[in-house]
């Protein structure tokens, strides 16, 4: 539990149309933030390459048309990122950062060899433990470096650590030394993250559970970094049919699609609710209402299994 005014995100990356998955997590989002009578705050995730411009304006207009909203304008992580190049400085000056020249082939092949297997995807330390003369010869090939978090680990190569999770309980999940950037010089995702939570006052963060293996690396650097991990707060993913997570080649599964059918966004944002065992509404105005009933104690535990065929209209 948070103490005081509770700040809660929704940090969709606008690579795409919001698809019911995407819309069910915003929805939780909401019903955490607001039904603690707290902030709701947008955050645009927008550092990868497969953002796309059109997305900003139709994930904002998709969110409002199933009756939820938010406070401020929307943040874009792309115009920070002279803070996130000041937070990986303060890390490097700190000597706890290194360079990392493995492409992904190699860190796949080091995880499986016999002396280093890994748990989880861990990275097995091999840039870590360069000499001055490889170092040399790596920087000389030209390939950029990506930079990495090192961690106080140096046996097992990574730490374990344990997070309390609202809705899970406590998690144990590694610390590896981790990318804070990436080769191409973008921010990685576990430090834009960190640094944006602490830097917009979050003390909440509801996301998908397929996230649940980032946040010890994200709490571990959060305490290097000197800020306050957020309360966090996962819950089960929307899977497609063949049980894995809900995409495009599921069929008719974002909001434009829906709409296309001639369902109405009452009709989508009741889907939504009923398949958290919430009652449907009758219009949207309706939700500061249910948002004050709000139970996270009764929330279902597993995945909601999206079928194509709709309860009839
Ligand atoms: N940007 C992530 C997504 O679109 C969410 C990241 C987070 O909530 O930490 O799923």
């Known amino acids: 539990m948070t103490e005081g005014l509770t700040i809660g995100r929704w940090a969709p990356s606008p690579t795409g149309d919001l698809h019911l998955g995407n819309l069910r997590t915003a929805l939780l989002a909401w019903l955490f933030a607001r039904s603690a009578g707290g902030r709701l705050l947008w ?7 497969a953002v ?12 409002a048309a199933v009756g939820l909203d938010w406070d ?35 860190i796949a092949e080091a995880v499986v060899a016999p002396h280093g297997p890994s748990p989880e995807g861990a990275y097995p330390g091999t840039c ?12 000389g090939e030209g390939r950029p470096p990506a930079i990495r978090l090192r961690v106080d680990a140096p046996d097992t190569q990574h730490l374990e650590l344990t997070v309390a999770d609202r809705q899970l309980g406590s998690y ?34 509801v996301r998908g559970d397929d996230l649940l293996p980032s946040t ?28 894995r ?3 495009k080649r599921d069929g008719a599964v974002t909001l434009a699609d ?28 309706d939700l500061p209402a249910l948002a004050e009933r709000f139970d996270p104690t009764a929330l279902p535990t597993q995945p909601w299994v999206w079928t194509p065929v709709a309860p009839a209209m």
Request: glycine share 6%; net charge neutral.
């Open 43 to 49: 955050r645009f995730e927008d550092l990868d390459s």
């Open 172 to 205: 144990t999940g590694i610390v590896d030394d981790f990318v804070i950037q990436r080769g191409d010089g973008t921010s990685a995702y576990n430090l834009a993250v960190v640094v944006d939570d602490a830097a917009q006052g979050v003390n909440q963060v």
């Open 245 to 247: 997570r809900l995409a």
């Open 258 to 285: 829906r709409l296309a059918l001639g369902e109405a966004p009452l009709y989508v944002l009741n889907l939504l609710l009923t398949s958290l065992g919430l009652e449907p509404v009758t219009t949207v105005d």
């Open 128 to 139: 870590r433990r360069l000499t001055r003369s490889q170092l040399s010869q790596r920087r």
């Open 72 to 106: 401020g304008e929307p943040i874009r992580q792309s115009n920070r990122i002279d803070v996130y190049l000041d937070a990986i400085a303060n890390l490097r000056q700190r000597g706890l950062t290194y360079e990392c020249f493995c492409t992904r082939r190699e």
């Open 216 to 243: 010890p690396r994200q709490v571990h650097l959060a305490r290097l970094l000197g800020l306050d991990p957020p309360e966090c707060v996962h819950v089960p993913l929307v899977l497609g049919p063949q049980g």
């Open 52 to 63: 796309r411009p059109q997305f900003y304006e139709s994930q904002l207009r998709d969110v």
